[in-house]
């Protein structure tokens, strides 16, 4: 065996297929090599040392040797399983939505560690936090989008800086559109006749469901705290991007929003 060929590492196990009695081959997502596929020799066998460190959401340190086609692994141990997931039907489904999106997304044998590290966090709060899994893959999806160059366009209609004079309150001066364009855009308005036009004239999120067709030329009307939301998860370190809350109602505008870019963009059916 070569020493130049046994690589370490620590990754998330994606999926696992069994391979003859007591062997298994497993997609893992590592730190330093993107996503690999790797033998698990004997790691079925109920006291086997790989027993535990090869299983799906466990997230591991490996050692590892470089065969032709494919990683061997020479041992492995355990950094977290995220076993709470396992008490909740719901936060084990939508573990198991965020591996496949991991597996689906991640090339091969080149690093992506924030897609790791993401995935990650985003699975910690599913296990420990009692934030809806909904949410919390909402938020995952739109920063995991950000981070594969397909970000919502966030745009604002003037400059922040700038002193405006009218009948609208500061509070009340806005409206935020996602336009046909993919733009999620915060409008200004100086009086109350010209936003109440604006708002007429855009489809609002509880009738975009009972429609489906000609929605593409129009604007969508979304909750002001959506556009703050999204420009968040963009914006703050990977560790912070869960560290918020909506209310209900513009909770559901935002996982609306959100599924729309992930169905434009990834092709699975995860919702």
Request: glycine share 4%; net charge positive; hydrophobic share 35%.
């Amino acid at each position: 065996m070569s020493y130049s060929k046994i690589k370490k590492t620590y990754g998330l196990v994606l999926s696992e297929a069994n391979s003859g009695d007591y062997d298994k081959v497993i997609t893992i997502l590592t730190a330093d090599m993107g996503k690999i596929t790797a033998f698990a020799k004997g790691a079925r066998r109920p006291k086997s040392t790989l027993l535990a460190p090869t299983q799906v959401f466990s997230f591991s340190n490996f050692v590892l040797y470089e065969g032709s086609t494919m990683y061997y692994i020479n041992s492995a141990s355990i950094v977290d399983m995220f076993y709470d997931l396992r008490f909740s039907y719901s936060k084990m489904d939508y573990g198991f939505k965020i591996l496949k999106i991991l597996k689906t997304v991640s090339p091969e044998n080149y690093e992506v560690y924030s897609y790791l590290k993401l995935g990650i966090l985003a699975l910690n709060y599913l296990s420990k936090t009692d934030k809806e899994p909904e949410f919390i893959y909402s938020i995952f999806i739109s920063r995991l989008l950000f981070e594969m160059g397909y970000a919502l366009d966030l745009k604002e209609s003037v400059d922040k800086n700038k002193k405006t004079t009218g009948e609208l309150k500061e509070e009340n001066k806005f409206c935020i559109y996602l336009e046909n364009s993919g733009t999620l855009k915060e409008y200004r308005y100086e009086k109350e006749e010209e936003k109440e036009k604006a708002k007429k004239e855009a489809i609002n999120i509880k009738d975009i469901k009972k429609e489906d067709k000609g929605l593409l030329i129009r604007k969508y009307l979304f909750n002001i705290n959506i556009y703050t939301s999204i420009k968040y998860i963009y914006t703050s370190d990977l560790e912070n991007i869960f560290n918020f809350n909506l209310e209900d109602d513009v909770k559901d505008e935002f996982i609306y929003l959100i599924k729309k870019g992930f169905k434009k963009h990834i092709n699975i059916s995860l919702y």
